[in-house]
């Protein structure tokens, strides 16, 4: 990615997370990154263009993706690997944003949400299928059934209905979901693996 529309997407999503996407104007970016709003006009067409390029950019930079570092992980690592790296996205998370991409640009969001989705869906199954080969998830597992319900628990923990009717932080909900997940499809290698790890 050139490195001025890549320092155009991290600030402007500084300041979304930060203020929310309706209170950000495109001269507020501009005025953050130091330019006038004609360069930043070079690289995005309006706020919309802006916006979809982010979340764009958002699926491909998922935590949900194998590093190079994680190649040499067993599952269970990864997993603990992207939890990490989702829960430190949690704490920057504005509520404001979902409600905002929802009402003002409903289309972009559900193409981001959908896109997000496969992408998720893929890499779990993929986790799924690599900790059943190294014998520390269970063999009887439905890989595919699971990484389904894995990702639909991710879309709920979105919804902001859900976000406004519980009493917990988005990230303290992730956090038993993803124990819960791991519990839910280690066998007892992999539990007494895992427990291991989280007790240090």
Known sequence: MDDKIDLILRTSGTLFRKYGI???SMDDIAKELGMS???LYQYVENKTDLIEKLL?????ASPACV????KNMNAIDVLLQVS??????IKEMNPVIAFDLEKFYPVIYRNFVQAKREHVYKKIKENLEQ?????IYRS???????AKLYVQKLIDLHDPEFLSSVDFSFEKVF??????HIRGISNPVGLTYYQKLINQ
Do not use: A, C, P, Y
């Open 67 to 70: 590093t190079d570092d994680s």
């Open 22 to 24: 309706r209170s950000i």
């Open 175 to 180: 956090q038993v979901m993803f124990d819960n």
């Open 140 to 146: 009887d597992v439905d890989s595919d059934l699971v």
């Open 56 to 60: 764009n950019h958002l699926i491909s």
């Open 131 to 135: 900790g059943i080969r190294e014998g």
């Open 84 to 89: 990490v790296k989702v829960s430190e996205e």
């Open 37 to 39: 709003k004609k360069t």
